[in-house]
């Protein structure tokens, strides 16, 4: 069904990102966002694709309270031998992970839930990210940039670590918080219009 206006919110964002709203805006689909507030703690022996679809379908869930607007949830991490990386808590922490990721490919999962007419929908996207090898003085030149403070393995592939990366495999809008391949699939299962505008 066409929608009515071009800026009509056509679905609910669970999240506070701003990438994630940026990258739903850039294929057309204007959102109204809602943050909320979960507990992200791994559960114990809890595989890193379960740990994200759950954070991602729990964010839609808690999200979509009081609208009929479907509900997108998402949740990013990078994963290392099998450790989840998620935000730094600091300076040390962010060059911590930066050295655990230099000169070496790592997998970031990005998982996407949409809950809606059709139930909850979710999906996991792995995407493989090669790191060239890291110096500690660009480490830290790097954390006084400011960017890595708020992302998940302290780097944005959409900012200066652009210039760490040397290889990808996968999604890149998944790195940046939403996989818009798979994403633009699961809205189309909830009946959510990516093409028509008046
Ligand atoms: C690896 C990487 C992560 N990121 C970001 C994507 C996510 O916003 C963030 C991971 O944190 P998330 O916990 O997935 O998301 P968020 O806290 O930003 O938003 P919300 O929980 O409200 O949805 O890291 C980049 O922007 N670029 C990158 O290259």
Redesign the pocket.
Known sequence: MPHESSDAPLIRL????P??RELLASIGVPVEVH??DID?TPRPGEAPEAY?LR?AEE?AQASAAGTRLPTL??????VCDDAIL??PRDRDHAAAMLRSLSGRTHR?L?AVAVVGPAGMLSVCVSTE?ALRELEDDEIAAYWATGEPA????G?????R?AIFVSRLEGSHSA???LPLFETAELLARQDVPLWFEN
Do not use: F, N
């Open positions: 669970a999240s506070a990102s990438r994630r943050p909320v992200e994200v954070l964010k949830g998402s949740d990013t991490a990078v998620g935000k970031v990005t990210v708020d992302k998940a393995g780097y944005a592939i959409q900012g670590a790195v940046v918080g």
